[in-house]
């Protein structure tokens, strides 16, 4: 079994615009205007060519899908625009909930919390975490 080339990934810009569009089924001059209006944007050669990752092949698709149900190309532009930011969002929460647990288990006797899909709260020691599925961590102070 072949692995990965080491350094590729998902946005490895690797595709032409040839391959780029019959893997996203769109026609290359298509490709051309949705990197025109900023839907996708390709990477680019030293020689300005425009090479596609598989992730801007994805994206390539879900413009497809949502130009499909009708919504403009102008939507789509604002809604991938906003998909774009929730992400970056969401990656913020998790690294500020990375940091508050850190700062959690820093400070002496505050090292009971819970976890869960809701982030991190802080709890008394000996209570129970208020919303089914949460998982209790707990620390115990370390005496000198």
């Known amino acids: 079994m072949l692995g990965k080339p080491a ?11 040839a391959a780029a569009a019959e893997l996203a089924g769109l026609h290359a001059q298509t490709l051309r205007q949705y990197d025109r209006l900023g839907l996708v944007e390709p990477a680019r050669t030293a020689g300005n060519t425009r ?19 009708g ?3 102008e ?12 992400l970056a969002l969401r990656s913020r929460v998790r690294e500020l909930e990375g940091a508050l647990a850190d700062a959690v288990m820093q400070q002496s006797g505050r090292r009971v919390f819970a976890a869960g899909n809701a982030g991190i709260t802080s709890i008394r020691a000996g209570a ?12 115990p102070q370390r005496h000198h």
């Open 7 to 17: 350094g590729l990934d998902e946005s490895s810009p690797i595709f032409s615009i």
């Open 51 to 69: 090479r596609y990752s598989m992730r801007d092949i994805g994206r390539l698709k879900q413009v497809q899908l949502l130009s499909g149900e």
């Open 71 to 73: 919504v403009s190309l």
């Open 75 to 86: 939507g789509i532009r604002r809604i991938l625009e906003m998909s774009d930011e929730n």
């Open 128 to 139: 129970r975490p208020a919303k089914p599925g949460q998982v209790v961590l707990w620390h």
